[in-house]
């Protein structure tokens, strides 16, 4: 049980770490609480918030897995190399499409109803 909660400690740290050093995770997290506010001033129906979560979780999921990703691939390789660039890249690239897909998701469910 101890060792349980040592590791929920651990993990918080490891958000907060990506929360205050991470400009862009600032930024999805700013966006994640507009999205959010949005979709419950709206009163978007369950399944609708439900898409919403996971589209947030998924955002901020991604650009901490970058983040992890850019401390292994400096650690491992402080000097420039194609391959740490490839690596970085892609990572970058992988928040980006899950970026992407939060923008049609609220593009879909949200800004109809700010229309009406
Ligand atoms: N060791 C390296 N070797 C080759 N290219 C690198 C290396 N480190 C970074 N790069 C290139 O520079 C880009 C930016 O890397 P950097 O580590 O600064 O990440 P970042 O996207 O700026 O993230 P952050 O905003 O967190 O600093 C990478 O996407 C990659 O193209």
New binding site residues.
Partial sequence: MFSLLRSFRWAISGILYAVS????MKIHLLAALVAAAAGLYLKLPPGELVLLAVTIFMVLAAEMF??AL?AV??LV??????L??IA??VA?GAVLLTALNALVVAYLLIWPRLRV
Avoid at 77 to 82: A, D, G, I, T, Y
């Fill in positions: 050093t991470q400009r862009n970058n983040t850019e691939v400096d390789s402080p000097r420039q190399h194609r740490a660039r970085k890249d970058a």
